[in-house]
């Protein structure tokens, strides 16, 4: 392995010697910041204690949630799996909303709120604007969720993540999942007026980074995704507590996907930032055109709030063209989007790559990448995940007719659990490596364990992802506690895609706790490294020479195996969405 | 880098393959869009249906009716309809069964009314895997028609409460 082991900063390229202008800039930011504040004994950053003492919380929380819907998942994957059929029906069901919404709200949520955190104060050299507001937003979110866990354990909101009318929960259920939308909002609040008080007080010059525009186009589209939320259910609330009357069925479905969609593009919007910032921490890498980027993201902010369409395909009431244009990010701006990250970030690891020296043919500069770094291979493998797998069966199962063949199958969770867990959760995970020994100021233990989990994960949900979609091509049902009753019409070939849906969970969720054990084991036992820079996970090797990037009069970028890489992922995107036109092509017609 | 403030001047259009990139992305996405009006217009397979607002014991009766009307057998206990070829057929959803069973001619075109009485419940056609969703308080009117002759099993792929995995009804084409 080529990476640099040992107490090196973790500095990549062009910080190590900082020019004497930046230092004193640096140390301007720190005395305006006079109390409540530290310096990062590792980047030289100055972090504010409260932010601080906010990102810890949050992330606790949110490994707590983690660790809820782990323990759930597991009993979820040995139910599916028919030879072991573990969970009875009722408790089938109790387990499975008890999944949905500590994995897909109160994980993600709090992780995502500390990431705000984190992008709008040490990146900025800020400070937190509000240590009250903090208050306020986490008591709020903490309640909530504890609510809506206490309802689901005293079985009193068997009606799964997305609660669909006529099901009615417990009011709590509905209050609970209200009071962490609205902490969430008051945490969004925070990070804005942080991001203007940072503005207002100068303590960084130019336009901010490009990890906080990306943590910024999430917060939009969170305000955006919340008040759906709100929408929905405060009258479903009041509907419970039995104040008014029943709210239309289909209108919940459609503002519900206003908030169920719309969060995963908050997810897929934070994920993306993430990858820009590991990509920089673990190989040095910068965006190769800011403008590019930025603008993928302005995509992501302007097209997502449409998507709720994307689970309305099948059913009466809405007409084509509204299915046609909604589902269809209007004309897959967003998917342009994604497709633009997907090229702009393996295009820049290669740039800081070969400007490393390691110019070796087309792909020669990946065999020098940072392998052995637990963020590095958790961001890696996140990306391909995400693109490869949840990407392209998500865009093509969103398509209007081709949801006929897919819809409420195991096709969807297959789809989902590419994105937001393959995507999303390992993608965090994989920050988590920094963000422990940078905010807790502890070094990793058993670090060697904490190398190869990002791996483990990875191939517990990609088998898993598969099983899922193969079996829900076959037409088995999603949300399902036994097919038993069903099995004839499927086919018994079945089971084994059902049995991979089974052992790739449970790999899965070995991963999950090997994670949240190292974590735990580390805040509260890890060798402190107050004082010093933290231990090192490895990055890129600088060979010296200089290779060299830019060619031709426009000084665009050499980036031969990015161009491969793409266009292996283009074809597989046509030759997927093509293959699912023609078996659509093979039903009954209809319209 | 991406955790610093880019220099003032950072705005710069996309030149070389991530230009060309950005363009080939582009037209993938227009080529995805257009395919869903292509089918329309050219494909046989199309969700556009046609939706009626009834209240669930208005479409229950309307489905009594029906059956009462076009009875041709019991299978299971459940009521085996024919509709008349061509003609309207109705089948309702509740907790948890698929009511009636519904008997169709190959190569002939159904208007086939799916509702649901209580919970929202999923209409999966198998195994040939085609999903609908039925909402009480809407009637889905699809037309419809069978090909292959055959005993097709309706799975209800919507969570419907503690029965809803026994929820499988029957479908015969001959």
């Given amino acids: 392995m080529n990476d ?9 390229d062009g910080d190590v010697n900082k020019p004497e202008g930046e230092v004193a800039k640096v140390k301007r930011g720190l005395q305006a910041l006079a109390g409540g504040w530290r310096k990062c ?6 972090v504010c204690l409260d932010s601080q003492f906010f990102i810890r919380v949050n992330a606790v929380f949110a490994v707590i949630f983690l660790l809820i819907g782990g323990i759930a998942a597991i009993l979820l994957a040995l139910t599916r799996w028919e030879a072991f059929n573990l969970l009875r029906t009722d408790m089938f069901y109790r387990v499975l909303t008890l999944h949905g919404l500590n994995m897909l709200i109160f994980w993600i949520l709090f992780f995502e709120v500390a990431i705000l955190y984190f992008a709008s104060t040490t990146l900025l050299n800020a400070k937190l604007f509000s240590r009250k507001v903090g208050w306020v937003s986490l008591v709020l979110m903490v309640v909530g969720a504890v609510m809506v866990n206490w309802v689901i354990f005293a079985g009193q909101a068997d009606v799964l993540k997305t ?3 006529p099901l009615l929960a417990h009011p709590g259920f509905y209050l609970g999942i209200i009071l962490v939308a609205v902490g969430t909002l008051v945490a969004v609040f925070n990070f804005f007026a942080t991001l203007y008080t940072a503005k207002r007080d100068k303590t960084y010059e130019g336009s901010i980074p490009l990890v906080t525009f990306g943590a910024m186009a999430a917060a939009i589209i ?8 709100a929408v929905v259910m405060i009258p479903t609330f009041t509907y419970s507590m039995g104040w008014t009357g029943e709210p239309d069925p289909l209108w919940y479905r459609l503002i519900w996907w206003g908030l169920g969609h719309q969060s995963q593009q908050v997810n897929v919007a934070a994920m993306v930032a993430v990858w820009y910032m590991i990509a920089t921490l673990s190989t040095g890498a910068k965006p190769i055109n800011e403008a590019v980027s930025r603008g993928a993201f302005v995509l992501y902010i302007l097209f997502i709030n449409v998507a709720s369409a994307h ?32 090229f702009t970030i393996p295009a820049s690891v290669e740039v800081a790559m070969r400007s490393k020296g390691h110019m070796a043919g087309i792909f020669g500069w990946l065999k020098a990448l940072p392998w052995r770094n637990p963020a590095f291979s958790a961001a890696l493998l996140s990306l391909i995940i995400f693109g490869f797998i949840g990407g392209i069966t998500g865009v093509t199962l969103g398509t209007q007719q081709i949801n006929i ?7 969807i969770p297959g789809h989902f659990h590419a994105t937001v867990v393959g995507g999303t959760t390992l993608a965090f995970m994989g920050v988590a490596y920094y963000v422990v020994p940078l905010f807790f100021r502890r070094d990793f233990v058993c670090r060697p364990l904490a190398r190869i989990q990002p791996w483990i994960f990875a191939a517990g949900i990609t088998l898993m992802s598969f099983g899922m979609s193969f079996a829900g091509s076959m037409g088995v049902a999603r949300r399902t506690s036994d097919i038993a009753p069903a099995e004839e019409a499927y086919g018994a070939v079945v089971h084994f895609f059902l049995a991979m849906v089974g052992i790739g969970g449970v790999l899965a969720v070995l991963g999950l706790l090997v994670f949240v054990g190292l974590v735990v084991a580390t805040v509260l036992f890890g060798p402190s490294n107050v ?13 010296g020479s200089k290779g060299a990037v830019r060619k031709g009069k426009s000084g665009s970028y050499y980036t031969p195996g990015t161009v491969v890489l793409v266009g292996i992922f283009l074809t597989a995107f046509v030759v997927y969405y093509f293959a699912n036109w023609r078996a659509l092509a093979d039903v009954w017609p209809v319209r | 880098m991406s955790l610093e403030s880019p220099k003032e001047d950072w705005f710069e259009p996309p030149h070389g393959a991530e230009k060309i990139w950005i363009g080939i992305a582009l037209a993938w996405c227009l080529v995805m869009f257009l395919m869903m009006p292509y089918w329309h217009l050219f494909g046989q397979q199309n969700t556009s249906g046609e939706t009626f607002r009834v209240s669930p014991r208005d479409f229950e009766e309307r489905v009594d009716e029906f059956v009462e009307a076009n009875q041709v057998g019991e299978l299971n206990g459940v009521p085996v309809v024919e509709p008349p070829p061509g003609g309207d057929a109705f089948l309702l959803g509740r907790m948890w069964e698929w009511y009636p069973v519904l008997k169709l001619r190959a190569g002939e075109t159904y ?5 649901a009485l209580d919970l929202q419940h999923g209409f999966s056609l198998q195994p040939l895997n085609m999903n609908f969703r039925a909402i009480p308080g809407y009637d889905y009117v699809l037309t419809m028609t069978p090909q292959e002759p055959g005993e097709y099993t309706i799975v209800c792929n919507e969570f419907c409460g503690v029965g809803h995995h026994l929820m499988v009804g029957k479908l015969i084409v001959e």
């Fill in chain 1, 163 to 165: 609660s669909y009318l």
């Fill in chain 1, 311 to 342: 689970h309305l395909l099948v059913e009466p009431g809405m007409s084509s063209s509204w299915k046609i244009w909604n589902t269809g990010y209007v004309m897959y701006l967003a998917v342009l989007a994604s497709m633009v990250h997907g």
């Fill in chain 1, 405 to 411: 063949i897919a819809h409420n199958t195991l096709r």
């Fill in chain 1, 222 to 229: 969170a305000v955006v995704t919340l008040l759906h939320g």
């Fill in chain 1, 41 to 46: 004994d590792t980047t030289g950053m100055p």
């Fill in chain 2, 111 to 115: 208007r086939i009314h799916l509702s």
């Fill in chain 1, 531 to 543: 004082g010093r820079p933290m231990k090192c996970w490895g990055t890129a090797v600088d060979l």
């Fill in chain 1, 4 to 12: 640099q082991e040992g107490n090196n900063p973790e500095r990549p």
